[in-house]
């Protein structure tokens, strides 16, 4: 990916002006980090499905500095702007991207030709045409106030238009589902929230049980997340209690059978016990 190439680098830490400009800083440092990871995948041919990538927070924090606060705030921005994609793989589950190059682009593109247009204001034009032809001091004050009105009067209609869009009513977004194993989609905060309450092996249980459940019953849930809170918890203590039950009980026939066996003396028979055996049966 000629992108990835561009923007990455193994010694230093890489931000692009216009990206930053488009997503903001710590997204464009991490879109940097992320293009870097890519490059090291591709070279070493471990991109899974064409061009899915495994990242950790850890990884991504070492490498640039940011913390995993400010991680979910810049990864949540670029999915938000549909520049890179995320899934949950593997088990137990782990976070791939994929970086999407055509809107990248377009996004670096648009931005770079904002950049570069300078709009042209009839005033300005005037004011400066009166400062080449060396005009005097009053015809500029006048031209400053003109400018100034202006600059009032398009606040103003800003102001309105700002006032006629806090009127209308505003539609709440929904925030995204990511697909942390087969079948099962939650929200990162839904997500964060398991993992702060159960930890992150039991979350992944968690999440696991509920995911070969779908898979092997076909059942479907509104909100998963809930699912898991109303009853995988309590059907994976149950299982943990049955392993325990198990457990014991093969443990105390163990030791039941190495009693047995450790109380058993064998006989002791003189040297020449089977020779008269023999003999007698002659």
């Known amino acids: 990916m000629i992108l990835a190439s561009l923007l990455s680098s193994s010694s230093f830490i890489m931000t692009n002006k216009i990206l930053i400009k488009a997503v903001g800083t710590d997204a464009a440092i991490i879109l940097g980090e992320l293009c870097s990871e890519y490059n090291y995948w591709e070279q070493r041919g471990k991109l899974k499905n064409g061009n899915w990538f495994y990242s950790t927070r850890e990884n991504i924090e070492d490498n640039t ?21 995320t899934k949950r793989m593997g088990i137990p589950c782990k976070t791939y991207y994929k970086l999407n190059e055509v809107n990248i682009l377009n996004c670096y593109n648009t931005t770079q030709k904002k ?6 204001h009839s005033v300005v034009e005037n004011l400066d045409n009166k400062t080449l032809n060396n005009s005097n001091t009053s015809d500029e004050n006048f031209e400053s106030q003109d400018i100034e009105n202006l600059h009032i009067n398009n606040n103003k209609n800003k102001n309105n238009e700002n006032h006629t869009h806090e009127q209308s009513p505003v539609e709440e977004k929904v925030e995204e589902k990511i697909e942390y194993a087969k079948l099962v989609t939650m929200t990162e905060k839904e997500y964060q929230n398991l993992i702060n309450t159960y930890g992150d092996e039991m979350t992944h249980q968690l999440i696991e049980q509920l995911s070969l459940y779908k898979q092997a019953k076909g059942q479907s849930y509104d909100n998963d997340y809930a699912a898991i809170l109303r009853w995988v918890t309590v059907r994976l203590h149950e299982m943990e209690k049955e392993k325990a039950k198990y457990n014991d009980f093969k443990n105390k026939k163990n030791n039941k059978i190495n009693n047995k066996l450790g109380s058993f003396n064998q006989r002791d028979y003189p040297s020449d016990f089977f020779d008269s055996l023999y003999c007698n049966n002659k």
């Open 65 to 85: 500095g940011l913390s995993e606060h400010k991680q979910r705030i810049a990864i949540n921005k670029l999915l938000k702007m549909e520049l890179i994609e």
């Open 115 to 120: 950049m570069i247009e300078v709009p042209k």
